[in-house]
């Protein structure tokens, strides 16, 4: 993608615009972060204003605006969409990253309630944002979809069945959506493993070292790692790339054969 210098401090200027969901922090804050650097505008969302203003801010309110509510709720998946192309008249990149674990235990426990929830947020508002944005830009213009899965969702994940089950939908949601939105708009999936973040805190504090320790390149997964992956799937560079699921995973996969 070239990328030009304008006249906001000489910065590179793509001409493109992204939406991402659930981007004040974490993940999506780090992809937010890989695509002003590459130039691009960018409307980031979240549940919570004041962290959504913060990130704005530390993003650079001159490419970046935030649009807060909840993801599932279709109402604010519309007017985010209406907000966008307001504001930047187009939206080439979708990254649908806006997800929730909120239950840890056996399936055979799972509150039914609890996984409706899980699958409302994690995949329904996923597809949705996937609707609107192709109406709204890209079933006339193109442009690049990113989903963000799990490892989660392509191996047993003891303890979080819930949302392991949620994101094997995504992957199939990104097969289904690239086959049917080809040629002209590229759909992909991205499963992280655990990622230092609020949201997988859980799962390594007070115990990072050895949490890390499993991992063939010995570390957890920063945001900017999956930051990088999300704009390669979104850039000139992936251009014959639709329908895959990107394992970033620190090489855990590797610890799954026989020993």
């Known amino acids: 993608m070239t ?16 939406l991402i969901t659930g981007a004040s922090r974490g993940i999506g804050y780090g992809i937010a972060e890989a695509f002003v650097a590459r130039g691009d505008r960018v409307c980031i969302t979240g549940r919570n204003e004041d962290a959504l203003k913060e990130a704005v801010e530390r993003l650079g309110a ?22 966008v192309m307001e504001e ?43 609707q609107l944005t192709w109406r709204a830009w890209q079933k ?26 949620s994101k094997a939908a995504m992957v199939n949601l ?17 499963a992280p493993a655990v990622v230092k973040t609020k ?3 859980a799962i390594y504090e007070g115990r990072e070292a050895e949490a890390a320790g499993a991992y063939p390149l010995g570390r957890l997964g920063m945001p900017e790692d999956i930051g990088g992956a999300a704009a390669f799937l979104t ?23 026989v020993h």
């Open 174 to 190: 990104t097969l289904q959506l690239a086959h049917e939105f080809a040629p002209g708009v590229r759909v992909n999936a991205i």
């Open 62 to 83: 001159d490419r970046v605006i935030g649009f807060p509510g909840k993801a599932h709720d279709e109402a604010h998946q519309a007017a985010a969409v209406d907000r």
């Open 140 to 165: 006339e213009n193109g442009g690049a979809i990113v989903n963000i899965a799990s490892v989660a969702g392509v191996s047993a994940s003891p303890f979080i069945g819930a949302y392991g089950m």
């Open 3 to 18: 990328q030009q210098p304008n006249d906001d401090g000489g910065r590179p200027d793509s001409g493109k615009v992204a």
């Open 199 to 201: 949201f997988a805190q």
């Open 235 to 257: 850039s000139d560079q992936s251009d014959w790339i639709t329908g895959q699921t990107l394992v970033v995973d620190g090489g855990i996969f590797l610890n799954a054969g």
């Open 88 to 130: 930047f008249g187009r939206v080439d990149h979708l990254v649908n990253n806006a997800g929730t674990n909120p239950v840890f235990g056996p399936m055979a426990d799972l509150d039914l309630g609890v996984a409706r929830k899980v699958y409302e947020t994690n995949v329904i508002s996923a597809l949705g944002f996937a």
